[in-house]
């Protein structure tokens, strides 16, 4: 089992950058896939980006490609969403999810473990 918290969230104005950071503890975090989600108020949530365990392969959302970057550093235990250029279409509470599947597919399946969300407000 593994635990998380997200952290990095805040309130930025349209076009600027922001990175969030998902700190794992517990199991390894080269165990898993890697995640992040987010929903709106009113919405779903929804598929953001996904890394794999050795971080050869990422997957995006066609919202957010282009302007969004996953990485991790298993050394660290950590996990990184940078998101550049925002728009005030991506205020929403983000959310980081380990995956015992496979990257590909966490856009689908989600995850196995979550963490607890951070707010991430963009005004126009």
């Given at each position: 089992?593994?635990?998380?918290?997200?952290?990095?969230?805040?309130?930025?104005?349209?076009?600027?950058s922001?990175?969030?950071?998902c700190?794992?503890?517990?199991?390894?975090?080269?165990?898993?896939?890697?995640?992040?989600?987010?929903?709106?108020?009113?919405?779903?949530?929804?598929?953001?980006?996904?890394?794999?365990?050795?971080?050869?392969?990422?997957?995006?959302?066609?919202?957010?490609?282009?302007?969004?970057?996953?990485?991790?550093?298993?050394?660290?235990?950590?996990?990184?969403?940078?998101?550049?250029?925002?728009?005030?279409?991506?205020?929403?509470?983000?959310?980081?999810?380990?995956?015992?599947?496979?990257?590909?597919?966490?856009?689908?399946?989600?995850?196995?473990?979550?963490?607890?969300?951070?707010?991430?407000?963009?005004?126009s």
């Amino acid at each position: 089992q593994v635990q998380l918290v997200e952290s990095g969230g805040g309130l930025v104005q349209a076009g600027d950058s922001l990175r969030l950071s998902c700190a794992a503890s517990g199991r390894t975090l080269s165990s898993y896939a890697m995640g992040w989600f987010r929903q709106a108020p009113g919405k779903e949530r929804e598929f953001v980006a996904s890394i794999s365990r050795n971080a050869i392969s990422t997957y995006y959302a066609d919202s957010v490609k282009g302007r969004f970057t996953i990485s991790r550093d298993n050394a660290k235990n950590t996990v990184y969403l940078q998101m550049n250029s925002l728009k005030p279409e991506d205020t929403a509470v983000y959310y980081c999810a380990a995956s015992t599947a496979t990257a590909q597919r966490m856009g689908a399946l989600g995850g196995n473990y979550w963490g607890q969300g951070t707010q991430v407000t963009v005004s126009s």
